[in-house]
Nanobody, 115 residues
């Protein structure tokens, strides 16, 4: 079955970096656009970044432009999110999402930025 497993979350100080990874299985990875979303307590889930099937097109939420980079490795069925210059407002659970004819969400990984 479809499975998306996020990893790489943790606790960092403001200005620090984290790299999140999402391992995909159970579907044709190359047919799916991939995205990262995040949700903080009491707030709506918001789009962080998305990437096309081939990786040639990317989009970012305004709050993370210039700081975060999404990438995918179609040979390894993974999508990553490099997060630099982290701010306390980046604290949230980060979710991986796959979209083709269906949409599927991962379980999420917690990112906490505090210092």
């Amino acid at each position: 079955q479809v499975q998306l497993v996020e990893s790489g979350g943790g606790l960092v100080q403001p200005g620090g970096t984290l790299r999140l990874s999402c391992a995909a299985s159970g579907f044709t990875f190359t047919s799916a656009a991939m995205s990262w979303y995040r949700q903080a307590p009491g707030k709506e889930r918001e789009l962080v970044a998305s990437i096309s099937t081939t990786g040639d097109k990317t989009n970012y939420g305004d709050s993370v432009k210039g700081r975060f980079t999404i990438s995918r490795d179609n040979a390894k069925n993974t999508v990553s999110l490099q997060m630099n210059s982290l701010k306390p407002e980046d604290t949230a659970v980060y979710y991986c999402r796959a979209v083709w004819s269906w949409s599927y969400w991962g379980q999420g990984t917690q990112v906490t930025v505090s210092g």
